[in-house]
């Protein structure tokens, strides 16, 4: 961050819930170092910004995810923001957006050549919006582009026209803007459906919500980035914006060149905006399917940052020994945990016992989940062919997919019953991984399927 990028004064970073406070902040397996003056500084769990040794440590803390910003002050406000929606063929859409947000911000319909434009022409000129149509379809990337160079306020929301959000919930994106280094910021979007047994369950877990957690959006963590559904920006910091070859994922390539280049992208989960469901079970697996299809062209950009697991070669150890599952192999899996744990006892001495314990079961849960996630949604084919021949690789797979079910059901809070909600679930994975494998064939690279190998030790600690 420049100085020009600075946290200002008054600004406010409260740590998240789950952040244990001592001579290490404990969130998870992740830890940081803390000075006297920084714990001190963090005596009531908050910290105001009033000096560049405070701003400093506000920044890190929200950088490593470890704190949320409280926005106020002297923040951008409504008139800041213009919105750009980009749509194709839905002016029942577009009509229902502009009848919510044309009345207090400005907005510009970009229509990507749509069949029937005459009548996305006549709902943008009766809700007063400005309209930019295109001849010939570009995609929703090169539309959003096309669409940013007619805004002329210093912030931008790009709106889907299946998405509905208020423009009172814009303006509570555009006040996170009060920190000069924050490029983006996207609310929570929450699918709104029917009672169908897909639609409730995309209600649950839709492929867009991330969760009721605020985040920092980190690449390999639970938030990794936010969906261009709906999301504001500084159009400062966008540059060229969206890579217009893409057609899936191209928002995640915005997040992570925006977070390569030293600029922050919050997801502000406290903020909603709702999403519409596919109309049919075809269309709703088929979309999961077109999403897997971008993990390829990411890895060609950004490398290991799209990996399916984040491995180490002990926790590798571990997960290969449990789903063996022989006498010899169940002793290395037991021999790998003790190993874990006298690591973190050993790197890790500030911590009490009860600490040193969580942060070894948060590693092992973590392994598990991946190791779910592998087996269920990226590697599927290599999962039906080893269960194809071995009544061990079918237990395996059976457990790992009845658990992921019930866990997810779970944490959802849905009432969906819970073998519906299962077959949902893995309905979802096989259309998503059916789609990565698809990309994978057609540019003939793996790359987006292997993992990412670490070193065998928890996270590295920093030193406020």
């Given at each position: ?359 070894v079961r948060t590693t092992g849960l973590a392994l598990a989940r991946q190791t779910a996630g592998l087996a269920l949604r990226h590697w599927w084919p290599v999962s039906v062919v080893l269960a194809a021949g071995s009544t061990r690789a079918r237990r395996a797979v059976a457990v790992m997919a ?63």
């Amino acid at each position: 961050m420049t100085s020009a990028s600075r946290l200002p004064d008054g600004f406010v970073v409260r740590l998240h819930d789950d952040v244990t406070v001592g001579k290490l902040l404990v969130r998870g397996s992740r830890f940081v170092c803390l000075s006297a003056t920084a714990r001190q500084m963090l005596a009531d769990r908050s910290l105001t910004v009033g000096s560049p040794m405070s701003a400093a440590l506000a920044a890190q803390l929200l950088d490593l995810d470890l704190a949320r910003p409280e926005p106020g002050g002297d923040a951008p406000e409504l008139e800041d923001v213009t919105v750009v929606v980009p749509v194709r063929d839905n002016a029942l859409g577009v009509d229902r957006l502009l009848a919510r947000l044309a009345p207090h911000v400005a907005c510009v319909v970009v229509d990507d050549a749509s069949v029937d434009h005459h009548e996305v022409a006549r709902v943008a000129e009766r809700h007063g919006a400005t309209l930019v149509r295109l001849d010939r379809n570009v995609g929703p990337a090169a539309a959003r582009d096309m669409g940013m160079r007619s805004v002329r306020t210093p912030l931008v929301a790009f709106v889907d026209s299946d998405v509905v959000v208020s423009a009172s919930a814009l303006g509570l994106l555009a006040a996170h803007f009060a920190d000069p280094g924050l490029a983006a910021a996207a609310p929570r979007i929450r699918s709104r459906g029917g009672r169908r047994w897909f639609e409730r369950y995309e209600d649950a877990c839709g492929s867009l919500d991330l969760g009721p957690v605020p985040a920092t959006v980190r690449p390999w963590s639970p938030v990794a980035y936010v969906p261009s559904a709906c999301l504001v920006a500084r159009v400062a910091a966008l540059g060229d914006g969206f890579d217009p070859r893409l057609r899936s994922g191209e928002d995640v390539d915005l997040v992570w060149r925006l977070v390569d280049a030293g600029r922050r992208v919050h997801y502000a989960a406290e903020v909603e905006a709702a999403h519409d469901v596919r109309p049919s079970v075809v269309r709703w697996l088929g979309r999961k399917a077109f999403y897997g299809t971008s993990a390829v062209a990411l890895a060609a950009r950004h490398g290991d940052k799209v990996a399916p697991a984040v491995l180490t070669p002990i926790g590798a150890a571990a997960v290969l020994g449990v789903l063996l599952q022989r006498r010899w192999s169940w002793l290395v899996a037991a021999g790998c945990a003790g190993l874990m744990t006298r690591d973190v006892a050993r790197r890790l001495p500030e911590l009490t016992l009860a600490q040193q314990a969580g942060v070894v079961r948060t590693t092992g849960l973590a392994l598990a989940r991946q190791t779910a996630g592998l087996a269920l949604r990226h590697w599927w084919p290599v999962s039906v062919v080893l269960a194809a021949g071995s009544t061990r690789a079918r237990r395996a797979v059976a457990v790992m997919a009845v658990a992921d079910g019930i866990t997810a059901r779970r944490r959802s809070g849905t009432d969906l019953d819970p073998i519906r909600f299962t077959l949902a679930r893995r309905a979802d994975d096989l259309a998503y991984g059916a789609g990565v494998w698809w990309g994978a064939a057609r540019e003939r690279s793996i790359s987006c399927l292997l993992p990412r190998w670490l070193p065998s030790r928890p996270a590295s600690a920093g030193r406020p």
